[in-house]
């Protein structure tokens, strides 16, 4: 742990990974093609994307992701990072399961995970002890069954929606912790984190400039990102924090805003 309270475990490649058999060394070969491009020739550069999962990659009422998503994502000449509230079991699998390099920010910039290095900003203790306190004050978390939204969660913790804010919100702050509403979940996590933080921290291991950066997002927890990318725009769907950071607000809610943008911007 380093004195930011930061846990990093690097993962350096051996020599005998051959080259292009990952992934994401045959995409970042394709977005380097436009160092070669001719002097004077005219180049469109495919912006790197910085996009939000819930209510951005999504369906309405809880119909879970659009797969239409998917190919354009895998296709994109230029990294991908999703970066999402939820926690990192999620972002990594999606990734996995489009066939996209593991470039994740997760839990609101509690956790990043690049194609070697996971690191995690200090831990869910404070967040624990909101989640004691609001249950000795006769609430509940909310998650019914077995909580997988929390199982893995290292640096926060979330409570469902329908459960009343003003106490959470009241015992949070007596504990120096703020709560964060995406729209799908109360997040109980550090006054300084955000995942624009996060993104400034990784920008440099993927080999991005954030002003050349296309940020797509629909809640609060998309400002910090917002005001940190080039470009930002919100879908339709996105709550008025959202909604008041993007440089462009979308005609079209949820997916079908996404994909507008990356058919325009691609
Ligand atoms: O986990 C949530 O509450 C929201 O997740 P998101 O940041 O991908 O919208
Ligand atoms: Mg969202």
């Not at 080259?19 to 995409?27: K, V």
């Not at 066939?99 to 194609?115: D, F, K």
């Not at 995690?120 to 609001?134: K, T």
């Not at 199982?151 to 009343?164: F, I, K, M, N, S």
Request: hydrophobic share 40%; with cysteine.
């Amino acid at each position: 742990m380093n004195d930011d309270g930061q846990r990093t475990f690097s993962f350096l490649q051996t020599e005998s990974t051959p080259i292009g058999h990952h992934p994401s060394q045959a995409l970042n070969q394709r977005h380097c093609r436009h160092a070669f491009a001719r002097p004077n020739e005219v180049t469109t550069v495919t912006p790197p994307l910085i996009l939000d999962i819930d209510g951005t990659l999504t369906r309405p009422q809880g119909r879970g992701l659009d797969p239409h998503v998917f190919d354009p994502l895998r296709e994109w000449d230029a990294p991908v990072v999703l970066a999402t509230g939820k926690a990192t079991p999620f972002p990594v699998a999606l990734c996995h399961f489009i066939g996209l390099p593991e470039r994740v920010i997760a839990e609101n910039g509690g956790v990043t995970v690049t194609e070697d290095k996971l690191t995690i900003s200090g831990s869910r203790d404070g967040a624990e002890a909101v989640a004691r306190g609001y249950e000795d004050a006769g609430y509940d978390l909310g998650w019914d069954g077995l909580d997988t939204i929390n199982r893995w969660r290292e640096t926060e913790l979330a409570v469902a929606p329908e459960q009343p804010l003003d106490p959470l919100e009241a015992i949070a702050t007596e504990h120096d912790l703020q709560v964060v509403d995406t729209g799908y979940a109360y997040h109980v996590t550090d006054t300084e984190r955000s995942k624009g933080r996060a993104l400034e921290g990784i920008a440099a291991d993927l080999e991005i400039e954030l002003d050349e950066c296309v940020a797509i997002g629909d809640s609060e927890n998309d400002v910090s990102t917002f005001e940190r990318v080039g470009r930002s725009f919100a879908v339709a769907n996105a709550d008025d924090a959202a909604r008041a950071a993007a440089d462009e607000v979308l005609d079209g809610a949820h997916a079908d805003g996404t994909l507008a943008v990356l058919a325009r911007v691609g």
